[in-house]
């Protein structure tokens, strides 16, 4: 190249160099905006990731919510049912076992005395014979051996009262260990064991005076202390009862709390 036309291009570039310039500024410019458009292009990408990621996650929080909300209203449903199951089964033992003390009472000749049927006629004790159950012969049985011999019916009408009234008391101690056992997975052991003890007692005392009873009917009175201690045993029981009441109270309390 001559000198002449490196002179000519200074002279080109410096004629031409606003023109020039503007070009450089122009892809200056171009590239910038490429790059502002790229970067905004990239942002935009991260925050709909990121925004796509959060409505994801509050969707998981949301199901994982509604789990923990629907355990427990399931444990808290399956508690309810236990209290009212628990609460139903202590009142229902504590009617049974009262119901077995009273019988049993009334099997000790504790709550009334017994009828004489001296001033039965024929209807009444046909009356009585139905309440117990009698079974038709043996009533029909009955009935001819009372109109033979009055004194000697009267005596076996005597024993039946007492033999019924055994039968009921056996029969409701019988059904009151039923349902304790029916229970025992709502009472704490220590009630368990005090419940236990107190149905034994009941059924023991029980047998007691069937045996006592079927002594006299054939003739035999070899136990005179056995009725003599009745009221004292019964108020034993009862006082027990008593206590054992206290402690089913405290159960249908923690029922409620």
């Given at each position: 190249m001559s000198i002449s036309d490196a002179i000519a291009g200074i002279h080109w570039?410096?004629?031409?160099?606003?023109?020039?310039?503007?070009?450089?500024?122009?892809?200056?410019?171009?590239?910038?905006?490429?790059?502002?458009?790229?970067?905004?292009?990239?942002?935009?990408?991260?925050?709909?990731?990121?925004?796509?990621?959060?409505?994801?996650?509050?969707?998981?929080?949301?199901?994982?919510?509604?789990?923990?909300?629907?355990?427990?209203?399931?444990?808290?449903?399956?508690?309810?049912?236990?209290?009212?199951?628990?609460?139903?089964?202590?009142?229902?033992?504590?009617?049974?076992?009262?119901?077995?003390?009273?019988?049993?009472?009334?099997?000790?000749?504790?709550?009334?005395?017994?009828?004489?049927?001296?001033?039965?006629?024929?209807?009444?004790?046909?009356?009585?014979?139905?309440?117990?159950?009698?079974?038709?012969?043996?009533?029909?049985?009955?009935?001819?051996?009372?109109?033979?011999?009055?004194?000697?019916?009267?005596?076996?009408?005597?024993y039946l009262q007492r033999r019924n009234r055994d039968i009921k008391a056996v029969n409701a101690i019988t059904e009151a260990a039923t349902i304790f056992r029916r229970s025992q997975l709502y009472l704490t052991q220590a009630l368990v064991n005090d419940i236990q003890s107190f149905i034994d007692d009941c059924a023991s005392f029980a047998n007691g005076i069937k045996a006592h009873n079927e002594l006299m009917e054939r003739g035999i009175f070899d136990q005179p202390g056995e009725v003599t201690d009745r009221p004292k045993k019964m108020n034993a029981l009862w006082d027990r009862m008593d206590k054992i009441t206290v402690e089913l109270k405290e159960e249908l309390k923690n029922c409620e709390s």
């Open positions: 570039i410096y004629s031409n160099i606003a023109i020039i310039l503007s070009m450089v500024t122009a892809i200056g410019a171009l590239w910038k905006f490429h790059k502002q458009q790229k970067l905004s292009i990239t942002l935009q990408e991260k925050q709909e990731k990121a925004q796509k990621e959060l409505e994801t996650y509050k969707n998981e929080l949301a199901q994982q919510n509604e789990k923990i909300k629907h355990l427990n209203e399931m444990q808290m449903a399956n508690y309810t049912l236990f209290a009212q199951k628990k609460s139903e089964a202590c009142i229902a033992l504590f009617v049974a076992l009262n119901q077995a003390l009273e019988c049993l009472a009334s099997s000790a000749g504790l709550l009334h005395q017994d009828n004489t049927f001296e001033d039965f006629d024929e209807s009444d004790i046909r009356n009585f014979l139905a309440e117990i159950g009698l079974a038709h012969g043996k009533k029909q049985e009955l009935l001819t051996f009372w109109k033979n011999d009055s004194t000697a019916a009267i005596k076996k009408l005597q």
